[in-house]
C-alpha cells in the first residue's frame, strides 16, 4: 500500500485550505517559518479586541488527523463567526515533518516521524520544547521526547510562542491524536494546578459533546512516571494562563485495519474517513440525552447553552443557561456561535464549547484506548 490514504490532505491541500478560509474572510498570516523556510500559518478569525482561543495542531508530523479537525473547526468558525471571542488558530505547526510523512505515505516507507528537523540538524520533539518544566531530555528514536537544546530552540514552536504571547488569550487546545482522552496540565508535574478544578470541568464540557466516549485526565496521570517535560499544554496554561486543553483526537485507525495496513505507523495514529472523523468532533451534537432533557425542560430551550461558570452547583444541575445571542438574531449556544441553525433542538457545537469552554453537563468515564505519551 502506497500513497496518501484516502480521504487524508497532502501539504498542498492543507495549504490550498488554509487559502480557502483567507477567501472567506479569516485572516491568515505566517507566525514564522520552519526549518526549511516553510510558512507556520496563523488563521485568525473574530472581533480583534476580544478575548481569545488558540487552537493548536499538528505539533506532531504524523497525527494528520489533529490538522484536519482544525480545519474543520475553522471552516465552522470562519462560516459564522464569533462575536465576542477571537479565535488564533495554528492548525499546521511541523510543516517539514507533515512533508516528510507524506513522501514516506507515497514511497510506501513504514515510518513514525515524531520531531521536526532540528534547528541544530537533531530531530526535536516539538512538544518538550516550549518553556514550562522544560528539561533537554535524551533523544530517542524518531526524536521522541527530545526537547531539543533549549526552550523554543526551533523556529516552529518560536513562531507559535511570537503569535500567543500577548494576544489576549485566555483558552487553548491542542490537537494530537490518538487515544480519545482530554488532557489537562500538568504535563510536566505530578500536583493539581490550582485551578485544577476549572481545567477538569471545561474538558468534561468538551467531552460530553464528542461523537465518541473521551476520557479526561492530567497529563502527567495518563501513565504514571512518564511526564512530559516542555509540553505545549504546560506553556499554554502556566505562561500564558489559558484554561488549556489537549485533545487526543479519536481511537487511532488499528481496529478493523488489515494486517498490512497496521504495520503503517500512520494508520495507528489516524482513523479512516478523517472528514467524517473530524467534522464530527467539529460539528457533533451532545451525546447525553439526559443532558439534552434537562435542557429542554428547563423552560429556556432556545438557549442551548451553558450552564454559568460558577461550577457544578444547583444552578448548573436545573439547567439555569446563560443565554447568548447568536449572530442570526437567535440564541444559541456558547461563545464560537451555533453554526447547526438549529438552535430549537439539543444541538450543540464542540467547536463552540472548545471556543468557549465551560463546566461539565455529563461525565464520560469509559476509557478510550491507551496510545502514546502526548
Ligand atoms: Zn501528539
Known amino acids: 500500500m502506497t500513497g496518501v490514504p484516502a480521504g487524508y490532505r497532502g501539504a498542498a491541500a492543507v495549504t490550498a485550505a488554509?487559502?480557502?478560509?483567507?477567501?472567506?474572510?479569516?485572516?491568515?498570516?505566517?507566525?514564522?517559518?520552519t526549518v526549511r523556510g516553510a510558512d507556520v500559518v496563523a488563521v485568525e478569525v473574530g472581533p480583534a479586541d476580544a478575548p481569545a482561543t488558540a487552537i493548536l495542531a499538528g505539533l506532531h508530523p504524523?497525527?494528520?488527523?489533529?490538522?484536519?479537525?482544525?480545519?474543520?473547526?475553522?471552516a465552522r468558525l470562519v462560516a459564522a463567526p464569533p462575536r465576542d471571542r477571537r479565535?488564533?488558530?495554528?492548525?499546521?505547526?511541523?510543516?517539514?515533518?507533515?512533508v516528510d510523512v507524506e513522501a514516506d505515505l507515497i514511497a510506501g516507507r513504514r515510518r513514525w516521524r515524531r520531531g521536526n528537523l532540528g534547528a541544530d540538524g537533531r530531530g526535536v520533539d516539538l512538544n518538550r520544547n516550549f518553556p514550562v518544566d522544560f528539561r533537554v531530555g535524551r533523544r530517542l528514536p524518531t526524536g521522541w521526547n527530545y526537547g531539543g537544546p533549549a526552550p523554543l530552540s526551533e523556529p516552529e514552536t518560536a513562531a507559535v510562542a511570537a503569535r500567543l504571547r500577548g494576544a489576549g488569550v485566555d483558552r487553548a487546545v491542542s490537537l494530537h491524536s490518538f487515544g480519545n482522552k482530554i488532557l489537562t496540565p500538568w504535563g510536566g508535574r505530578w500536583r493539581r494546578p490550582e485551578r485544577h478544578a476549572a481545567l477538569t470541568a471545561a474538558a468534561h464540557a468538551v467531552a460530553a459533546r464528542m461523537p465518541e466516549p473521551y476520557d479526561?485526565?492530567?497529563?502527567?496521570?495518563?501513565?504514571?512516571?512518564a511526564f512530559g517535560h516542555g509540553m505545549e499544554l504546560d506553556w499554554l496554561h502556566g505562561e500564558l494562563g489559558a484554561l488549556a486543553l489537549l485533545v487526543e483526537c479519536t481511537g487511532g485507525g488499528a481496529r478493523g485495519a488489515t494486517?498490512?495496513?497496521?504495520?503503517s505507523p500512520?494508520?495507528?495514529?489516524?482513523?479512516?474517513?478523517?472528514?467524517?472523523?473530524?467534522?464530527?468532533?467539529?460539528?457533533?451534537?451532545a451525546r447525553s440525552s439526559r443532558s439534552c432533557a434537562a435542557r429542554a425542560g428547563s423552560g429556556v430551550a432556545r438557549a442551548v447553552g451553558r450552564p454559568r461558570a460558577a461550577g457544578p452547583g444547583p444552578a448548573?444541575?436545573?439547567?439555569i443557561l446563560r443565554r447568548l445571542r447568536h449572530p442570526r438574531g437567535d440564541e444559541s449556544a456558547g461563545v464560537g456561535g451555533g453554526v447547526?441553525?438549529?438552535?430549537?433542538?439539543?444541538?450543540?457545537?464542540?467547536?463552540?464549547?472548545?471556543?468557549?469552554?465551560?463546566?461539565?453537563?455529563?461525565?464520560?468515564?469509559?476509557?478510550?484506548?491507551?496510545?502514546?505519551?502526548?
Open 62 to 74: 504524523i497525527e494528520w488527523i489533529g490538522v484536519e479537525v482544525a480545519l474543520a473547526l475553522l
Open 259 to 263: 494486517p498490512r495496513a497496521l504495520l
Open 216 to 225: 479526561v485526565v492530567q497529563s502527567s496521570r495518563w501513565v504514571p512516571g
Open 340 to 374: 447547526s441553525g438549529d438552535a430549537v433542538s439539543c444541538s450543540y457545537e464542540p467547536a463552540a464549547e472548545l471556543a468557549g469552554g465551560g463546566p461539565p453537563h455529563a461525565r464520560v468515564t469509559r476509557a478510550g484506548v491507551t496510545s502514546h505519551p502526548p
Open 87 to 98: 479565535i488564533v488558530a495554528l492548525p499546521w505547526i511541523n510543516v517539514d515533518g507533515y
Open 18 to 33: 488554509l487559502a480557502e478560509l483567507a477567501g472567506q474572510g479569516a485572516r491568515v498570516a505566517p507566525a514564522g517559518r
Open 316 to 319: 448548573a444541575r436545573v439547567g
Open 266 to 285: 500512520f494508520t495507528w495514529f489516524n482513523p479512516p474517513a478523517p472528514a467524517a472523523r473530524a467534522d464530527a468532533i467539529a460539528r457533533s451534537r
